[in-house]
């Protein structure tokens, strides 16, 4: 196959496609075992080059300088396939994990954007939720905590995401909407880190800022409670992690 790839580079150079699936077929192997992840990183870059509109080659080389620890360097790859793939739920995450792993404590976090915050935010959220019900029902968290029309809610759309994320946590795919029923049907198990009915009132919210940011239509005072609410659930998870409850990051 990357003899095959190789070929094709070679009778048509200007076809950005063959130096994507090249670069795909050699991201199968380890990092650590590849000649040069450097050919990768530059087989990608000409691919975005020849045609800066796809998306597809961003977010692969967006994954390669993550997991090469350049999270800089990846953030703005995963930003600009947004543009183009707005419902990715994968690429959101490594968003915010590439914003969470070069954030500074010193850094007014007011400066963030809408969007950074938004990602933080709601991943702060998915981590809650399942790090409490992991807790609290084991393994089977997902079917015992999560009410039956959330469970197919998220199973449709992770059914009509990309080919890509079709075997991503059904978590993912929920809404700010599915994060207030979870928490109203299991108040007993979130009390004690929150106030449950005030924070049901948030994710309403929530929801529309949400909807809002993914189709870039103006907000007015949204920044500033999208900000807001994120630096508050971020002390929420510091007391769950300092509970001793396990780390359930994606």
């Known amino acids: ?51 800066p509109q796809l998306w597809a080659p961003k977010i692969l080389l967006g994954e390669l300088l993550y997991k090469l620890g350049r999270f800089s360097e990846a953030e703005p790859y ?25 954030s500074d404590p ?7 954007s809408k969007q ?7 991943n702060n959220v998915r981590e809650f939720l399942r790090s409490l019900l992991e807790e609290s029902f084991g393994e089977d968290w997902w079917r015992k905590g999560v009410p039956p029309k959330i469970r197919g809610a998220c199973a449709s ?24 029923l979870i928490i109203e049907s299991n108040k007993n198990i979130f009390a004690s880190y929150i106030d449950t009915k005030e924070w049901c009132k948030k994710l309403s919210e929530m929801e529309p800022i949400r909807n809002a940011i993914a189709h870039n239509r103006p ?14 659930f971020s002390k929420v998870m510091e007391k769950v992690k300092n509970s001793g409850v396990r780390d359930k990051k994606f």
């Open 157 to 180: 759309r992770r059914e009509e995401a990309l080919d890509e994320e079709r075997e991503q946590d059904l978590l993912l795919f929920a809404d700010f909407h599915d994060y207030r």
């Open 219 to 232: 907000l007015t005072l949204a920044p500033i409670r999208v900000t807001e609410y994120s630096l508050s």
């Open 78 to 102: 995963f930003k600009e396939s947004l543009k183009d793939v707005p419902s990715s739920e994968s690429v959101k995450i490594y968003l915010t994990k590439c914003l969470s792993k070069k």
């Open 116 to 122: 950074d915050s938004l990602y933080i935010f709601e």
């Open 106 to 112: 010193d850094v007014n976090q007011y400066s963030q």
């Open 1 to 51: 196959m990357e003899s095959e790839l190789r070929d094709k580079i070679r009778k048509n150079p200007r076809d950005p496609m063959n130096y994507y699936y090249l670069a795909k077929e050699l991201m199968k192997k380890p990092l650590k075992d590849l000649r040069s992840v450097r050919e990768i990183e530059l087989l990608l870059k000409k691919s975005i080059d020849i045609k």
